[in-house]
């Protein structure tokens, strides 16, 4: 079981940068958990943003962020990032991550899901605004 909190949301204009962190934390190694990023808008159904794998081999992004985010992990910090650059007023939203134990015994190495009932580890979620 882990724990996972989100941190970086704010507010920035539409064409800047903003760097969300999700801290790992908890009995099972974070390294053996594949961690996504989900957001969700008022009034809209939650969705896909960006995965890693649990070694980082292996990333995945939805169309509309591709080119624009990017999504890396620090394992040694128990720390996933979700950099998000050009952002665009549609980017506003409450962003989670959640994790999903992927150990090796079980899944291959570059493991991960865009589907987010498969993941069992939420944080609280941190809200991005982006003005136009």
């Known amino acids: 079981q882990v724990q996972l909190a989100e941190s970086g949301g704010g507010v920035m204009q539409a064409g800047g940068s903003l760097r969300l962190a999700c801290s790992i934390t908890?009995?099972?190694?974070?390294?053996?958990?594949?961690v996504a990023w989900f957001r969700q808008a008022p009034g809209t159904e939650r969705e896909f943003v960006a995965a890693?794998?649990?070694?980082?081999?292996?990333?995945d992004f939805a169309d509309s962020v591709r080119g624009r985010f990017t999504v890396s992990r620090d394992n040694n910090e128990n720390m996933v990032y979700l950099q998000m650059n050009s952002l665009k007023p549609e980017d506003t939203a409450v962003y989670y991550c959640?994790?999903?134990?992927?150990?090796?015994?079980?899944?291959?190495?570059?493991?991960?899901?865009?589907?987010?009932?498969?993941?069992?580890?939420w944080g609280q979620g941190t809200q991005v605004t982006v003005s136009s």
């Open positions: 890693v794998s649990r070694t980082g081999s292996t990333t």
């Open positions: 908890g009995r099972t190694p974070p390294s053996t958990y594949c």
């Open positions: 959640a994790a999903k134990w992927a150990g090796e015994k079980y899944y291959d190495s570059g493991f991960y899901s865009k589907i987010d009932y498969d993941y069992d580890f």
